[in-house]
């Protein structure tokens, strides 16, 4: 039997602290393709539709998908920018109701609107009000997501990737198709459950490569092979969201009595309770950091990561108080970046690659978080559309621009300037304009974990510092209205 399977992927993670709203445009930066167009961008990378649609043709599905969309982490996504892609996914679905047998979506599962604090469980809200109580919806997941309850009773299987750095997408989205055809297949009948508890987020943010998440995989990867067990996902929450249900949750999707599987979920959120205090990374002053660049002699780079300038957090990528520290401290033989400052890299492109120029470089954004401009000469060494092709294990294969783009040598240090936030994940972000990280005695990135994929096969020490920016570990700093109360670490001493 042939069944016919709509697919999708629609993904946001929203800093609602963030002055940068997340409108259709933003979608449009950082891609929105349509049916075929997006199967032919996406199709062999590390990528949700990729596995989709590696199980679609393992089981001869017919595919209809509708749209790839994502945009860099920001402000809330507005009204029109959600209700013309996402009304694109439901209107498919009416569509072709009467034939479909299932659906499945490529989601981050933190996605916030500008009149909703769940764009997830809106999307599958409207799915099921179109498609009614029994099609079998099956999701994917970032591990960052905050699931809620309406999530949970809108879809019936929901499954996080495993690591962080993501480098699981196509292997988690071929687990969520093979579920998908058992209960296309009239074999089961799925659900999905969740604990959660009061915490923004898990410890150390989900982080997969050390610390307890790594036994914690290990444990839920065992009892999905329980009777009855489909699916664990611990997903390490996005803190940056000020909404009622945010936080860690333990996902099972299960296919029977649900009691055996609550309790595990329950004792999985027990142990991240318990390790609420067990924070992994030492989070250096740009000071701390910029000293230990300074004596750093080791035969590979430094790689020191500004974790609070994350724009793959909805930071804004501008924060320059790290590589004042760094200037000022004299490093040298470094590179640095992203900085991202559309009105710097319009003027570099203004001017000839050897001018000698007067910059007032980032800050431009909210001065606040991360410092305002700094007042620098810079040589400019080389411009560029900010167009490249990945090879990592996270953009293998994907295309990927930061928009106008230049190169500048500000004494020691040579410094990416780019127009589109993003964080670096991959070394051609820094290789396609002419900067070998590998080749500098200091590398100053902006990035939270997903560097470490391909940063750290390349250096000889890591270490990471709290810049004051957008996404500072100091959560005393933001003004969360919305949270429920008490919560930790905004509560430090409460208790269950």
Same mark, same amino acid.
């Given at each position: 039997?042939?069944?016919? +399977?709509?697919?999708?992927? /629609?993904?946001?993670?929203?800093?609602?602290?963030?002055? $940068?709203?997340?409108? @259709?445009? #933003?979608?449009? +930066?950082?891609?929105? $393709?349509?049916?075929?167009? #997006?199967?032919?961008?996406?199709?062999?990378?590390?990528?949700?539709?990729?596995?989709?649609?590696?199980?679609?043709?393992?089981?001869?599905?017919?595919?209809?998908?509708?749209?790839?969309?994502?945009?860099? *982490?920001?402000?809330?996504?507005?009204?029109?920018? /959600?209700?013309?892609?996402?009304?694109?996914? +439901?209107?498919?679905?009416?569509?072709?109701?009467?034939?479909?047998d299932g659906i499945l979506l490529g989601l981050h599962g933190a996605m916030v609107t500008d009149f909703s604090p769940d764009g997830e469980g809106e999307l599958?809200?409207?799915?099921? =009000?179109?498609?009614?109580?029994?099609?079998?919806?099956?999701?994917?997941?970032?591990?960052?997501?905050?699931?809620?309850?309406?999530?949970?009773?809108?879809?019936?299987?929901?499954?996080?990737?495993?690591? @962080?750095?993501?480098?699981?997408?196509?292997?988690?989205?071929?687990? =969520?198709?093979?579920?998908?055809?058992?209960?296309?297949?009239?074999?089961?009948?799925?659900?999905?459950?969740?604990?959660?508890? *009061?915490?923004?987020?898990?410890?150390?943010?989900?982080?997969?490569?050390?610390?307890?998440?790594?036994?914690?995989?290990?444990?839920?990867?065992?009892?999905?092979? #329980?009777?009855?067990?489909?699916?664990?996902?611990?997903?390490?929450? !996005?803190?940056?969201?000020?909404?009622?249900?945010?936080? *860690?949750?333990?996902?099972?999707? @299960?296919?029977?009595?649900?009691?055996?599987?609550?309790? !595990?979920?329950?004792?999985?959120?027990?142990?991240?309770?318990?390790?609420? /205090?067990?924070?992994?990374?030492?989070?250096?002053?740009?000071?701390?950091?910029?000293?230990?660049?300074?004596? @750093?002699?080791?035969?590979?780079?430094?790689?020191?990561?500004?974790?609070?300038?994350?724009? &793959?957090?909805?930071?804004?990528?501008?924060?320059?108080?790290?590589?004042?520290?760094?200037?000022?401290?004299?490093?040298?033989?470094?590179?640095?970046?992203?900085?991202?400052?559309?009105?710097?890299?319009?003027?570099?492109?203004?001017?000839?690659?050897?001018?000698?120029?007067?910059? #007032?470089?980032?800050?431009?954004?909210?001065?606040? !978080? &991360?410092?305002? *401009?700094?007042?620098?000469?810079?040589?400019?060494?080389?411009?560029?559309?900010?167009?490249?092709?990945?090879?990592?294990?996270?953009?293998?294969?994907?295309?990927?621009?930061?928009?106008?783009? =230049?190169?500048?040598?500000?004494?020691?240090?040579?410094?990416?300037?780019?127009?589109?936030?993003?964080?670096?994940?991959?070394?051609?972000?820094?290789? =396609?304009?002419?900067?070998?990280?590998?080749?500098?005695?200091?590398?100053?990135?902006?990035?939270?974990?997903?560097?470490?994929?391909? /940063?750290?096969?390349?250096?000889?020490?890591?270490?990471v510092c709290d810049s004051g920016a957008l996404c500072t570990m100091d959560y005393a700093r933001m003004p969360y209205a919305n949270v429920p109360r008490p919560?930790?670490?905004?509560?430090?001493?409460?208790?269950?």
């Open positions: 039997m042939t069944f016919r +399977v709509l697919t999708a992927e /629609f993904a946001h993670e929203t800093n609602t602290f963030s002055v $940068r709203k997340t409108d @259709y445009d #933003a979608f449009t +930066v950082e891609g929105v $393709r349509f049916g075929e167009d #997006a199967i032919r961008a996406r199709s062999e990378a590390n990528t949700e539709i990729a596995g989709f649609l590696d199980i679609g043709r393992k089981h001869r599905w017919a595919v209809q998908h509708v749209v790839s969309a994502g945009a860099e *982490p920001a402000g809330p996504v507005t009204r029109d920018a /959600f209700d013309r892609i996402g009304g694109a996914i +439901v209107q498919a679905a009416k569509d072709c109701k009467g034939s479909l599958l809200e409207r799915l099921r =009000a179109v498609v009614g109580p029994d099609l079998p919806i099956a999701v994917t997941l970032d591990p960052h997501a905050n699931v809620t309850a309406r999530m949970c009773e809108h879809a019936n299987i929901l499954i996080s990737f495993k690591t @962080y750095p993501h480098i699981d997408m196509r292997d988690i989205a071929r687990h =969520a198709g093979e579920l998908l055809q058992r209960t296309m297949a009239g074999e089961m009948r799925p659900k999905t459950l969740l604990a959660r508890r *009061p915490m923004l987020e898990e410890a150390n943010a989900g982080r997969t490569d050390v610390g307890p998440m790594v036994d914690w995989i290990a444990e839920a990867r065992t009892y999905e092979q #329980a009777p009855g067990a489909l699916a664990v996902s611990i997903n390490g929450a !996005f803190p940056n969201a000020d909404i009622p249900e945010v936080g *860690p949750t333990v996902l099972v999707t @299960y296919d029977g009595d649900h009691a055996p599987h609550q309790a !595990f979920a329950e004792a999985m959120a027990d142990k991240i309770w318990d390790n609420r /205090f067990n924070v992994l990374n030492t989070f250096h002053t740009v000071e701390e950091a910029a000293e230990i660049a300074r004596q @750093y002699t080791g035969d590979r780079p430094l790689i020191v990561a500004d974790y609070a300038d994350n724009p &793959g957090a909805g930071a804004y990528g501008d924060a320059t108080s790290l590589l004042r520290a760094l200037l000022e401290a004299g490093v040298d033989d470094a590179c640095f970046g992203p900085i991202v400052d559309p009105e710097t890299a319009l003027q570099l492109h203004r001017s000839n690659v050897g001018d000698i120029i007067q910059l #007032a470089l980032g800050g431009k954004t909210d001065r606040r !978080f &991360g410092g305002g *401009p700094l007042d620098v000469t810079a040589k400019l060494v080389r411009i560029s559309d900010g167009k490249l092709v990945g090879d990592g294990a996270q953009l293998g294969g994907l295309e990927f621009s930061f928009g106008p783009t =230049a190169v500048v040598q500000i004494d020691g240090i040579t410094v990416l300037v780019v127009t589109e936030p993003s964080q670096m994940r991959d070394l051609q972000q820094f290789r =396609a304009f002419g900067i070998d990280p590998a080749r500098h005695r200091v590398v100053g990135l902006k990035s939270m974990q997903h560097f470490r994929a391909a /940063f750290e096969p390349i250096a000889g020490k890591v270490i919560i930790f670490p905004l509560d430090r001493d409460m208790a269950l």
